[in-house]
């Protein structure tokens, strides 16, 4: 079998802020932006990885959730327990500070992991964990 990531899900609230955060503070190239206001979908992902991509999308659009659950979505993503992704960089430390500089909201700074896996975690503006990890 040859299966591979080629897009994963993120949801968001606000799209600019979202598209700010992925493009400016992680340096992630803007591949597509559809739509308008803030029904916009927009796919991002690292330079020079084009086979490997993030969709941010609006968690309501879809026209099968009720009304209770997206009220649920929209809790959740308040709380930041919604949505969450796991990156990986050689240069953990610059990387942080680069992030941290844009304001990004940071939940935890580089740390050694009693797991082995040395690592930080932001939030993106829609709540969603950001967790980066040392590549060694």
Known sequence: MDI????SFL???DPDASLA???DALGFEVRSDVGQGKMRW???G???QPDTSILLAPPAADPGITEDERRTISEMMAKGTYGWILLATRDLDGTFEKVQATDAEVV?????QPYGIR???FRDPAGNLV???ELR
Do not use: L, M, S
Not at 4 to 7: D, M, P, R, S
């Open 4 to 7: 591979t990531i080629h897009t």
């Open 11 to 13: 949801p968001h609230d």
């Open 21 to 23: 955060f992925y493009r």
């Open 42 to 44: 927009i796919t991002v």
């Open 46 to 48: 690292p330079v020079g």
């Open 108 to 112: 935890q700074e580089p740390t050694e």
């Open 119 to 121: 690592d930080c975690a």
């Open 131 to 133: 967790r980066i990890q």
